[in-house]
């Protein structure tokens, strides 16, 4: 409410000042030759000629007219209508409006040269100042309305995609106008060209941009595809704005194709280099994103990281104690328990180790797991690893939550369970299985709403580091969960 004050204030100003002038202007030496040569029309047809009601009214109310249509649409129409979502009433007031202040432009020029025509309703189509006013007050008008809300909107949004849309936007809208602007006072007839075939240009770019060029870039379309999807396209959106072109300038259909021809022949290689240029900063940024996700990941595990070098020492005590009491399964486990440890501390934060690293880890973790379970003789673990060489390398700690899972919801020490794990490579590939029971967990088991957080992160890496390069399948019956990983190396 403030800022329409605010531009109402100024507007009004603004008038003031410019009939002033104009009166200024017009009345100075009236009574000189100039008064007799506005007269002589009229007196060549018989009519009476009158300075203020034939020449100095029509004029101030020609440029009152500007201010009429402003204050009407800005202080009136959007705050009633548009602002609270009454669409149609704010479309039909509009019209009515633009018809009556259209007719009052033409009734200026009708009480100017009432000579030449005796009905105003034949001056609504004068090409000489009746159209090219109502033009510029709907062009001047919706520019306006255009950069005023972009701006309060800019200022509200941050930095996301439609706030770039509505930044790009209004500096086309702005560019777009001055150069109209200096064209109209270069040659009437290029302005209303330029504005035209801009705005199309600004629209196709934007749909090109953002609709069709992503959409032909993820079905794979080679250039003989994409542009049989965007010709038409671009033709079906250029006829309005062709016949706005064609209709002033009586110009033919040749003219109106080669225009259509030359705008798009400049615009499909503008708008191809500034898409490419945006899938690359896209990428870019998706690259940085995953180097930010690696090392927020890899500071969280340090931090979590508590004194290990004691934990070590403690390790190796136990390993020392065990042998001296001959528990030679116990001082295996926790020499197993140490390697584990070794592992995660020294290799789970580098980008990529050995295969046969994360096999030697897997192997460790599962000889515990089996450690714990060897007096269940309804617990059955079948686990094949091939042995693989030196030369294949992978993502650390991809494979051992699919194992921990399986260990976890898989073992009941009350009933059968099994557990069976096949690894293997092939042609590249590194092919992986794994296959568990299932059991319905005790209603006072603290893991009973747990959820697998593991396996959720896992899909997530693997989705960033082999997108692309991996299968994963996972299905579940009332017996039996199963998980699938099909990994390009």
Known sequence: ????RIEAIISTAIILFVLIIIHSSETRNWEEQRSYFLADPFKAKGLPFNFYTNHLLPLLLFASLFYVAFIT???WIIPKFIAKRRYEQALIVSILAFFFIWLGFAFCEWARKMYEHHSVWLYFNNRNR?????????????????????????????????ARIVKESLIAIIVILLVFILLMSVNAHFGPF????????????????????????????????????RVPVSLVAYIPFGLLFVVPTSINFSGFIVAWICVNLILIPITWYMYKQQVGNLSKLLNLETALDKSTANLGFLRSQINPHFLFNVLNTL??????????MTASGIQKLGDMMRFMLHENIQE?????REIEYLQHYIDLQCMRTARSSNVLVDHRLATVGENHQIAPMLLIPFVENAFKHGISLNENSWIKINLYLEAGKLYFDVYNSIHKKASN??????????LVNVQQRLAQLYQGKHELSIRQTNEEYFIHLTLVL
């Open 1 to 4: 409410m403030k800022l329409r």
């Open 73 to 75: 649409f800005n202080n």
């Open 130 to 162: 009746v159209i090219p006013a109502i033009f510029f007050t709907v062009v001047f008008l919706t520019a306006y309305t255009l950069i005023k809300q972009g701006t309060i909107f800019l200022l509200k949004q941050k930095g996301n995609l439609t």
């Open 194 to 229: 330029w504005l035209i075939m801009s705005v199309y240009a600004f629209i196709m770019y934007n749909v090109d941009l953002h609709v069709i060029l992503p959409f032909c870039t993820k079905r794979n379309y080679n250039l003989k595809t994409y542009l049989f999807v």
């Open 319 to 328: 390993y020392g104690t065990a042998l001296m009491e001959e528990a030679e």
């Open 352 to 356: 990529k180790i050995l295969l046969v």
């Open 445 to 454: 088991d603290p893991e009973k709403s747990k959820s697998g957080i593991g």
